[in-house]
């Protein structure tokens, strides 16, 4: 920092960074994603090991035998699912103490703000299942959860069934040490998260249900269990929690570990693993793993049932069952000696799962990507805004303005007012109006809502020709030169903030929103930029991560069906937020949409 | 010779009133478990209340802790260890509760003048007596309790200064903590009851706790005379379900690998009881015996089938078990953290009432580590969705490293109710060296205890008398329509805000890189004004100026 120090290198320094602030800007652009790309290339990642010791190298043997049985009572199971037309509360009850449980219920129930058209329900009431194995002379401290949501239909039998003969073996084992938690809970998420609301006693989503009767000290870990087949073909882990959260590491490479060791096929993302990393294809199939990980990790919302459970700072994961009618088949005894494996492990664990990494990637379950070799790639895209902002022009002018004689603070103030009035619009507006919007236009609520916020997203683009004008009459160069250099500022605050907390998202804006808000200026052809600013604009950048997502996972679609999906994206975006609390929504509606309104601003700045 | 022999005779005369007595109680419980209860009851026949009174003649009662009992001025002495929480759900309620862990509470006398000193070195003596880290208790988890902890023995001191009372919520009982208390038995495990007490199958069992009371009591009902008791319990609950494969059949061999030859030879009784008051026409004992015995034990009248050792025997029973539904004890407590995150939280104590009439008045005493600091004008008490005062409370603020916060409260339990105590908290951030070695295991809250007397469906005894089964006559009961009961909850584990300790080196490379080469150098770049310098001008010029300006001459430039 002696460079900094010495006024005449300070001002070589300078000049360089003025002359070619473009050409460093550029290259800052490219580099952060060729280093993105770089991350699924093998030799560039780690090898996943495990961390934790408690887990490490204590040997389990996996005795549970009773697989065929899990089968049958699976049919049993469905059978009285059917009579009961939902959750067989009373044959669960029953099934589970006579296995040597402490039985209780819990019911909820859950309006939800609009009708939920995927899922097709509104007024949500069910009851939750669960069972308590106490582990002998221990004093109710820890505990462990098993869980398997009992869905409609056909599905997640086996996973119910598996669940309750791998309670009965359990029950008859003398080595626990942690209280274990059989948990059947209805309505998937919305069980869930009652569940563990009751069990905190907290309310943070406005659920309505019944206090629990029977806890069992703090919960360790928890697995979800998902299997809708008697054979599968191989185990697919899902990590990716509510608001891009992840559970440790460690938890993955168990899971890895006994697939290994029961030669169970294992997938992440879907994505079997493939060891030629030199081939063109080798590295495209991580690089697709990988890309997959980072847009479900990016839009936040839980991909299981294990991902309430992350808030609570439970480390879980769900293991879902696949069958895709392949040769591979693997029965259910030897998922219930993985399950049995794994839960021992957890068992054995002295202290929560710490050891290993929270934060990462993984382009395969073998190979894992850590913080500090993916947070440069977005290092290299978020300095490209500290670079605009020590632009000349932009430094010098801000100090002027700072003087409380310029009017250059006000007409700042304006815009960015506005911009922010119209993301609380678009925050609150959408489900607030729904019933005026069904009452004026022949839509559903669900329609309503969603069309609702396009309509004021779509509104905020006519915003900067009125209120500059309105309000201050002429825009002086000053001004939106002052005005870009908050806009940037702000951006790459929210930026940092957003990658800190969930490096994918906050990574894909910066993708989109970093180049053209880098050279926004009001002296360029405007219609030109003004369609690039809109392509670039946080709706846009949704709407291509469905239709990449949808390429990734083989299932492509077509344009008008990637627009319906875009529109139940955006409905799922404002149900999660409601009903589990996932921020995504409110921060790209309150803060990232507000900033990119800023720039356009500055586009149609007179 | 002849004061020899006056003196040996007189030893004699005075050890005869010692007396030593062994009792087992099996009960089968609702949940389908075998309940078997120990106590091994030793009279000694001494007054060193007394001052200046000196003791060295010891004949069943252990002599280190005699010793004990005098050096410190103990007046009455409980300790139990317990490896597991006692399932009042489904197990209804123990003969001697404990909650899991170690708990210790002593009553000195009132001549102490340094009761915590005393209470110090008593905690290290005992943990060397029982192998045990007793010595981890100190002042940071030693509290006072102002009415939840009477002496049950003889004197009503009432003055809390000279009680002192510590839980280790974390202490793990295993076989080290078995072998000394068994030692303390006149017959050690070689005969009588004892020998049944073989670790590897106490300890394969569901609950496991074990204890030691001492306390002076009368030798007759006039109380004429006094006498020291020491009560040696070890309450085990057999799990059938795990060991039994299905079978609802046990015998003494099947739970203690053992059989029962005969009495200790010291023991002036030496009986075993089992339980038969569920669906008695059910049971199956064998051998069969024609001696059954009644008695009134916490609230309920119970009959029992006696087997006295005279006759040596080994008891076999059989018994179909109802499996499934709760029990609904009248008195019932649970406590849970709710709330997430590492900042705050909230401390919940659910207490039960479920007496279909009958409102009740329960102590509860909560006893919270310093780390957790108590919000104490958060505290709630509500039944039946209504607030509800606490006809007394006892706050003991708690003091940073040194004092725990002590609160004791009693509450009216309204009829067939459910009663919530809550308190918010704020988790501290210790100093890095405060942490135990596994801190994201969490630290441990002891359980919080209530005391009441709980009114019973059959009038209880009040008048003592010798021919009382043990398990009946440790509480000395007050009234007749009411009897004691404490309840235990489940200890809390509490996550603390945890530094990374595993990557200090990260940290501090990190930190030392921030804070010098980032801070110093904008520090540097924003308080300082940089100009440029003038090159000094050579030493002849100065030298030249200096003289120039003695003599007051213009200055050469």
Redesign the interface.
């Given at each position: 920092?002696g460079l900094?120090?010495d006024?005449s290198r300070r001002k070589v320094l300078t000049g360089l960074l003025t002359r070619l602030n473009t050409p460093i800007c550029i290259v800052c652009y490219l580099a952060g994603i060729v280093w993105f790309m770089g991350l699924a290339f093998e030799p560039f990642t780690l090898r996943t090991y495990m961390s934790e010791n408690a887990m490490g190298s204590t040997m389990v043997e996996e005795r549970f035998s009773s697989g065929e049985r899990a089968l049958s009572l699976a049919k049993e199971f469905d059978a009285h699912k059917r009579k009961a037309g939902g959750m067989p509360v009373e044959w669960l009850v029953k099934a589970m103490?006579?296995r040597?449980l402490?039985v209780f219920t819990q019911s909820f129930s859950r309006k939800l703000p609009f009708p939920d058209e995927n899922k097709e329900r509104y007024m949500v009431r069910g009851t939750n299942v669960y069972g308590i194995l106490?582990a002998?002379?221990?004093?109710?401290?820890?505990a462990l959860v098993i869980t398997a949501p009992c869905s409609p239909g056909n599905t997640n039998n086996q996973a119910v069934a598996l669940l309750l003969a791998l309670a009965q073996y359990f029950?008859?084992?003398?080595y626990w040490a942690k209280d274990i938690i059989f948990l059947v809970n209805e309505h998937d998420l919305i069980g869930t998260q009652a569940w563990l609301e009751g069990y905190?006693?907290?309310n943070i989503t406005g659920m309505e249900y019944s206090p629990l009767q029977g806890?069992a000290?703090?919960i360790q870990a928890a697995l979800s269990l998902e299997l809708s087949s008697d054979v599968i073909t191989s185990l697919d882990l899902v990590l990716e929690g509510l608001n891009g959260q992840l559970p440790n590491l460690d938890l993955a490479n168990l899971f890895y570990a006994f697939c290994q060791k029961l030669g169970v096929l294992c997938t992440i993302q879907g994505k079997l693993q493939r060891n030629d990393w030199d081939t063109a294809e080798g590295y495209t199939h991580a690089a697709q793993t990988m890309m997959l990980m980072v847009l479900k990790q990016a839009c936040g919302r839980s991909w299981g049932d294990h991902g309430l459970f992350l808030?609570?700072?439970i480390e879980a994961a769900s293991v879902r069952g696949i069958n895709s009618f392949r040769h591979y088949k693997t029965d259910a005894t030897t998922i219930g000696r993985l399950l049995e494996g794994m839960v021992r492990k957890l068992n054995n664990l002295?202290?929560?799962l710490?050891?290993s990494y929270f934060f990462y990637l993984l382009p395969s379950l073998s190979r894992f990507v850590s913080i500090g070799y993916y947070m440069p790639a977005f290092g290299l895209l978020a300095v490209i805004l500290l670079l605009r902002v020590s632009f000349p022009g932009l430094c010098h002018c801000f100090s002027v303005s700072l003087q409380p004689s310029s009017p250059g603070v006000l007409t700042v103030l304006t815009p960015v007012v506005i911009s922010h009035l119209t993301g609380v619009a678009l925050y609150l507006l959408p489900v607030h109006l729904q019933e005026m919007a069904v009452e004026h236009f022949p839509v559903s609520e669900t329609e309503a809502v969603v069309l609702t916020a396009i309509a004021i997203y779509t509104a905020g683009l006519a915003l900067p020709h009125n209120t500059q004008r309105l309000l201050s009459g002429e825009g002086t160069e000053q001004g939106w030169k002052v005005l870009k250099l908050t806009a940037l500022l702000y951006l790459a605050v929210l930026l940092g903030c957003t990658a800190l907390i969930n490096f994918s998202l906050g990574f894909i804006l910066a993708v989109t929103l970093v180049p053209i808000t880098a050279s926004i200026t009001p002296h360029m052809p405007k219609a030109l930029y003004a369609l690039v600013m809109v392509l670039l604009s946080p709706a846009f950048t949704i709407l291509y991560c469905v239709f990449i997502y949808q390429e990734l996972i083989e299932a492509p679609v077509s344009v008008s069906e990637g627009w319906m999906l875009f529109l139940s994206v955006i409905s799922q975006g404002i149900l999660d937020h409601a009903l589990y609390g996932s921020l995504v929504y409110p921060l790209l509606a309150l803060f990232i949409y507000p900033c990119w309104l800023m720039f356009w601003n500055i586009l149609f700045w007179n | 010779m002849l004061i020899l022999s006056s003196l040996l005779l007189f030893i004699l005369l005075a050890a005869a009133r010692d007396e030593f007595q062994e009792e087992l109680v099996i009960r089968p419980l609702h949940s389908g478990d075998i309940y078997a209860s120990f106590q091994f009851r030793t009279l000694w026949d001494t007054d060193f209340l007394q001052e200046g009174q000196k003791v060295s003649h010891y004949r069943l009662f252990p002599k280190s802790l005699g010793q004990v009992l005098s050096k410190f001025s103990v007046r009455e002495l409980h300790i139990s260890f317990t490896?597991?929480?006692w399932?009042t759900?489904?197990w209804g309620q123990p003969f001697i509760p404990s909650p899991?862990?170690a708990e210790l509470w002593v009553w000195f006398h009132d001549t102490v003048s340094d009761v915590d000193g005393n209470w110090k070195e008593l905690t290290n003596v005992l943990s060397g007596i029982f192998c045990a880290s007793l010595n981890f208790i100190d002042l940071t988890n030693t509290v006072q309790p102002s009415a939840s902890f009477k002496p049950l023995g003889l004197g009503n001191a009432t003055d809390h200064r000279f009680l002192r009372y510590a839980t280790l919520?974390r202490e793990i009982v295993c076989t080290e903590n078995l072998t000394p208390w068994k030692k303390l038995l006149p017959c050690g495990s070689k005969a009588g009851l004892a020998v049944l007490m073989k670790s590897e199958k106490l300890?394969?069992?569901?609950?496991?706790s074990q204890a030691v009371h001492i306390r002076p009591i009368c030798q007759d009902e006039q109380c004429s005379s006094k006498a020291w008791e020491l009560r040696q319990t070890l309450n085990v609950v057999f799990?059938l379900?795990?060991s039994g494969q299905g079978k609802k059949e046990w015998s003494l061999f099947k739970m203690f690998s053992r059989t029962l030859t005969e009495a200790c030879p010291l023991a002036s009784s030496s009986k075993v009881y089992v339980d038969i008051t569920d669906n008695p026409e059910l049971f199956e004992l064998s051998p069969a015996t024609p001696l059954l015995g009644q008695a009134v034990v916490l609230g309920d009248r119970r009959t029992y089938s006696v087997y006295d050792l005279i006759m040596p025997t080994s008891s076999m029973v059989l018994s179909p078990c109802a499996?499934?539904d709760?029990l609904r004890p009248l008195l019932h407590a649970?406590r849970?953290?709710?709330?997430?995150?590492?900042q705050t939280g909230?401390i919940?104590t659910v207490i039960y009432n479920n007496h279909p009439y009958r409102a009740f008045p329960v102590l509860l005493m909560d006893s919270v580590p310093w780390y957790l600091q108590l919000y104490i004008h958060t505290l709630t008490v509500t039944s039946k969705s209504r607030d509800n005062k606490p006809s007394y409370i006892h706050y003991q603020p708690a003091k940073d490293r040194h004092r725990p916060h002590l609160l004791e409260m009693l509450i009216q339990l309204p009829p067939h109710s459910m009663t919530e105590v809550t308190v918010q908290f704020e988790r501290a951030l210790l100093k890095w060296t405060e942490y135990t070695p596994?801190?994201?295991?969490?630290f441990?809250v002891g359980s919080s205890v209530v005391s009441a007397l709980v009114p019973s469906m059959v009038a209880m005894r009040t008048n003592f008398t010798q021919d009382q089964p043990l398990f009946s006559s440790f509480v000395p009961v007050k009234e007749e329509s009411s009897y004691f009961v404490r309840v235990y909850t489940?200890?809390?584990?509490?996550?603390l805000p945890?530094p990374?300790f595993?990557m200090p080196y990260n940290v501090i490379c990190l930190t030392c890189t921030v804070v010098a080469?980032g801070y110093?150098?904008f520090y540097?770049?924003l308080t300082?004004t940089?100009q440029?310098d003038e090159p000094s001008p050579p030493l002849s010029k100065r030298l030249a100026n200096l003289i120039r300006r003695m003599r007051g001459v213009p200055l050469l430039t």
């Open positions: 920092m900094l120090s006024p103490q006579s040597g402490e106490r002998p002379r221990a004093p109710r401290t820890e029950r008859n084992q003398i905190h006693h907290t806890r000290g703090s808030r609570y700072h002295l202290e929560r710490h050891q | 490896q597991g929480f399932r759900m489904q899991p862990g919520p300890f394969h069992s569901s609950f496991h799990d379900h795990t499996l499934g709760m649970e849970y953290v709710a709330g997430f995150g590492l909230e919940h596994d801190p994201n295991h969490g441990y489940e200890p809390l584990l509490v996550n945890t990374d595993s080469v110093g150098s540097n770049l300082r940089f440029v």
